[in-house]
């Protein structure tokens, strides 16, 4: 008897266990439908719950940073880019998306620096590199000596 009740229970908690882990993957899937809805505060709310279930999900710190993009808050999009970046470095449009506030900022160095390194990782925005050029010639270096 105390048997069966152990491998119900054990089923019980195996069942449970999975849609936890299905209703997590399902945040982002979720976010990312209210985002393309343009339905950006339940989008952000979704993305933010995804992170709590997985922490590491670079695409939703990814999606964060486009909504305050839209938001114009720079601080919290520079902050959930630069989570992406750690979290994956490789990730292109994360790192086109920091050049893009860094030249807003007209830092030269910063710029330089990151426009490096997306040389070297871009595969399908490498047409960006020219631009970013062009709009560096338009920026002093400044003497940091």
């Keep these: 008897m105390f048997k069966k ?23 982002f899937d979720e976010a ?17 719950r995804n ?19 839209f938001e114009e808050n720079e601080k919290e999009e520079e902050k959930n880019l630069n989570t992406t970046l750690l979290l994956e470095s490789n990730n292109e449009e994360a790192m086109h998306m920091l050049i893009n506030i860094h030249l807003k900022r007209s830092n030269y160095s910063k710029i330089k620096d990151l426009t490096d390194d997306f ?21 002093e270096p400044k003497n940091e000596s």
């Excluded at 990312?32 to 933010?48: G, I, R, V």
């Excluded at 709590?52 to 964060?64: E, G, M, Q, T």
């Design 5 to 27: 009740i152990k491998l119900i229970l054990s089923i019980f908690l195996f069942i449970n266990f999975f849609n936890l882990l299905t209703a997590e993957e399902n945040f």
């Design 32 to 48: 990312k439908n209210k985002f393309n809805e343009k339905k950006l505060e339940d989008s952000k709310f979704l993305f933010q």
């Design 51 to 69: 992170i709590v279930f997985n922490p590491k999900d670079a695409k939703s710190y990814l999606y964060l940073a486009k909504i305050y993009n």
């Design 119 to 139: 040389a070297i990782i871009c595969s399908n925005l490498c047409d960006k590199i020219k631009i970013i050029n062009e709009a560096l010639k338009n920026i």
